[in-house]
Structure formats: structure tokens, C-alpha cells
């Protein structure tokens, strides 16, 4: 392998980590979540992983299909921007509803815990009658239209705008090998950099202890993913 690709390569796990890094929607809908709903580690690593190849990918052959075609750089960096302002608002919509959704429950007295079910997310409401102890408790069942893949889609939606400009200089060269060398070392930067903080994240927030704010812990789930498209949206994250 040339030093010109080993240093292109090099470049690029850098930028993928910076840019995992320094966006919040990264990692912290998956960590709020996973703690909200009660996900297991598998279940949790599973779907940040799958969010994260959905996210990469789709930026990867975009800028794969662009150079192929001849598309300028300035042309795949404004279709990459329009994609990240549809991935922004996705994001805000996904933020709200379920926000407002965590909110609904919460002064309804609801208090549980939400698992996957078969195209749908099934949530274990426990309330407890008037004058019972704590062993009275009925269980209710409630759906709610929000499931993971409503995140694969706003990921999917989100760019990975530093990829676009580091694929053109094996493109240049016309280096089949030198570009998808770079996009898989940016990938495995991106995922690798994703599934850390998430692990670690979730790893710490299991031992937090909020009392009765537990109850609200689907609103706050909901409010940090809105504010996870607020800061792509309106600051730019």
C-alpha cells in the first residue's frame, strides 16, 4: 500500500471519529432510549449498529454513484446538505411526538416499561387502584407508532458529509481500491466510535437513579432526542 493511501486512510478514521464525536445524535438517542424502554446490551448495540450502517452506507454509494457518474464535488456536498435538513427535521418530528407521547403517560399516573414487539412497540403500563398495596398493581397493554426504525430512517436521511470530499482524491486517481479503502476506514471509524459511547453511555445511566422522575423517563428520552435535532437543525451540530 502507497504512504499517499496509508495517509488517506489514516485521514479518514480520523474524521470519521471527530464527526461521530462531536454529534450528539450519534449516540445519545440510543442511550436515552435503551434506558427508557429497558433494552438489553444486545438489544441496544444491535440497533445502534444497524442505524449506523444505514447512516454510512447511504452517504457511500451516493458518493460512490456521484463519482461514477461524474457528479462535481459541489453538487454531492449540496445534495448531502438537503439530506441533512430532512434528517434534521425527521429527527425534531421523532423528538415530539415521542416527548409528547412520555408526557401523556406520565400524568396519566403510567409507569413501565416499553419492548419491541412484532412492527410495533408494546408498552407495559403498571398502574396501582386507589388504596391497594404495592403487589395490586394491573397491567394494561398500549401501542405506541414509534419503533427503531423510525430512527433507521432519520439515519438512513443523515449525511456523512466529511466522507463526500476524502473519496475524491482516490477518485481523482481513478483508485477503485484507494476509494473504498477510505470509505470502509471511514465506516468502521464512524460504527466503532458510535457503539463505544453508546455502550459506555448506557452503562452509566443505568446506575442513575431518579426517583419519582422515573416516571417521566419517556419525555426526557423524547426531550433529548429533540434536542438533538434542534442542535442539527438550528446550531449546526
Given at each position: 500500500m502507497s504512504e499517499e493511501l496509508l495517509l488517506l486512510a489514516g485521514t479518514a478514521a480520523s474524521i470519521g471519529f471527530v464527526h461521530t464525536l462531536l454529534g450528539p445524535d450519534h449516540y445519545l438517542p440510543f442511550v436515552v432510549l435503551a434506558r427508557a424502554r429497558g433494552w438489553s446490551t444486545r438489544r441496544t448495540a444491535a440497533i445502534t449498529l444497524l442505524c449506523g450502517v444505514g447512516h454510512v452506507l447511504s452517504s457511500v454509494l451516493l458518493?460512490?454513484?456521484?463519482i461514477g457518474l461524474g457528479v462535481a464535488l459541489g453538487?454531492?456536498?449540496?445534495?448531502?446538505?438537503?439530506?441533512?435538513?430532512?434528517?434534521?427535521?425527521?429527527l425534531l418530528a421523532v423528538g415530539?411526538?415521542?416527548?409528547?407521547?412520555?408526557?401523556k403517560r406520565a400524568l396519566a399516573g403510567g409507569r413501565g416499561h416499553v419492548h419491541l414487539g412484532s412492527g410495533h412497540v408494546a408498552v407495559h403500563a403498571l398502574t396501582?387502584?386507589?388504596?391497594?398495596?404495592?403487589?395490586a398493581a394491573a397491567t394494561a397493554a398500549r401501542r405506541l407508532p414509534?419503533?427503531?426504525?423510525?430512527?433507521?430512517?432519520?439515519f438512513v436521511l443523515g449525511p456523512c458529509e466529511?466522507?463526500?470530499p476524502i473519496l475524491m482524491y482516490p477518485a481523482a486517481a481513478a483508485s477503485t481500491a484507494g476509494m473504498l479503502l477510505v470509505a470502509g476506514?471511514?465506516?468502521?471509524?464512524?460504527?466503532?466510535?458510535?457503539?463505544?459511547?453508546?455502550l459506555l453511555g448506557l452503562s452509566g445511566v443505568r446506575h442513575?437513579?431518579?426517583g419519582r422522575l422515573e416516571r417521566y423517563s419517556h419525555a426526557l428520552a423524547g426531550a433529548a432526542i429533540l434536542l438533538c435535532g434542534v442542535a442539527i437543525q438550528f446550531l449546526g451540530l
Open positions: 458518493g460512490l454513484l456521484g453538487r454531492l456536498e449540496a445534495i448531502e446538505a438537503m439530506r441533512g435538513e430532512l434528517a434534521g427535521w425527521a415530539a411526538v415521542y416527548t409528547a407521547w412520555g408526557l396501582h387502584a386507589h388504596g391497594e398495596g404495592e403487589g414509534l419503533t427503531p426504525w423510525a430512527l433507521f430512517l432519520v466529511p466522507l463526500i476506514v471511514f465506516a468502521v471509524a464512524t460504527l466503532a466510535t458510535m457503539l463505544a459511547i453508546v442513575l437513579h431518579v
